[in-house]
């Protein structure tokens, strides 16, 4: 599994823990070769640590033109066309940063891919897509910091939802997945994240090792998507087991809605918030059938302050609360003035309607 690679290029060296990293670009396009070994760097540490070594001396990225648009992962060698994000503009601040991404997406193909290689049966994209992207979340995070992660979630959730509205066959779950690439990448991201955030990324990050560990290199049987589920399931909570169910074994779909927030100023200049939610928690079908499902699950509530500077709002508050379907008023005590709050502001769970999520805080 190689590919052959040709051009006159232009070279970029570094090194990380004695691995050379390289990137072959054409003369011209240098202006995300930086960002590029920026974030194999951040990669190769972070899963080293994480899942265990990376088995190899060098790793190289090596443009390709625009005839197709994907980047892939070989064994020290990654092809990545200059059409996916490699000449992207990441000048402006609001733009999603895709050349970190993908490059960090990349790498965690030499451990989902490469040292576990999955039986090819329904499943098999879960295993090694679904976590090269939460690998990637992963570095990401470390990089621009949690609170920033909620555009590239509700990016990932919107994608997501288009695609499954397009679906002509059968939409699976996430467990049986076979080549439907909304449900491995986006819901795989949405998904990865949402259990990492749940659960802490101590238990689903060892979770994760102790796969890799059993199954690297390993010939027939090969790994499949029922013992990394059964891993994740053994890693989770009692508590929070019903998300193995929801979001792995099932297609499940929540319609979350802030109906009103309200404040008031307290003597103390603090502020309490009253929030008026509705939550409605649906499993559906490959047809895309739903029926709702009663539910009291541990869902986030957040409270937002005024725009900085930089233009983000950042959290005055933000909880996991109990909340079962239908009404659920909720009240919260913040140290400042609120501006928006809501109920799943960060789209950590699939939600059908998402721009609803939060109301403007009156009062």
């Not at 929801?246 to 100023?265: G, K």
Request: aromatic share 12%.
């Amino acid at each position: 599994f190689y590919p052959f690679m040709s051009g006159r290029y232009a070279v970029k060296k570094d090194r990380w823990n004695g691995v050379e990293i390289a990137v072959y670009y054409h003369p011209g396009h240098q202006w995300n070769v930086d960002r590029m070994l920026e974030s194999v760097r951040d990669a190769l540490s972070y899963y080293s640590e994480a899942y265990g070594p990376y088995q190899h001396r060098e790793l190289r990225i090596v443009e390709f033109p625009r005839y197709q648009r994907f980047a892939q992962s070989f064994s020290t060698i990654i092809p990545y066309s200059e059409s996916i994000h490699f000449v992207n503009d990441l000048r402006y601040g609001d733009n999603l940063d895709m050349v970190y991404y993908v490059t960090a997406h990349e790498v965690a193909h030499q451990w989902w891919g490469h040292q576990v290689c999955a039986a090819w049966v329904r499943g098999a994209t879960f295993v090694e897509e679904s976590f090269a992207q939460y690998s990637a979340l992963m570095v990401m995070e470390q990089d621009v910091g949690r609170e920033h992660m909620e555009k590239f979630l509700r990016y990932e959730l919107d994608r997501y939802l288009k695609g499954r509205s397009e679906e002509r066959k059968e939409e699976l779950p996430l467990m049986l997945v076979e080549d439907q690439s909304y449900a491995y990448y986006q819901k795989g991201s949405l998904v990865t994240y949402a259990l990492r955030d749940y659960i802490g990324e101590e238990r689903m990050n060892a979770a994760l090792r102790g796969y890799i560990e059993r199954n690297s290199y390993v010939g027939p049987p090969y790994p499949n998507s029922l013992d990394l589920t059964q891993a994740l399931r053994d890693a989770t909570p009692d508590e929070y087991n019903y998300l193995i169910d929801d979001m792995v074994e099932n297609i499940t779909l929540y319609d979350n809605r802030a109906e009103d927030a309200t404040c008031e100023e307290l003597e103390d200049g603090r502020y309490r918030v009253s929030l008026r939610l509705q939550s409605r928690k649906m499993r559906a079908d490959g047809r895309g059938v739903e029926t709702e499902v009663q539910h009291d699950d541990w869902i986030e509530v957040g409270v937002y302050g005024p725009r900085g500077e930089d233009g983000e709002e950042a959290f005055l508050y933000l909880n996991k609360h109990r909340l079962k379907s239908g009404e659920n008023t909720i009240e919260v005590v913040v140290d400042g003035r609120p501006s928006t709050a809501g109920i799943d502001p960060r789209h950590l769970l699939v939600d059908r309607v998402p721009g609803d999520n939060l109301r403007k805080v009156t009062g």
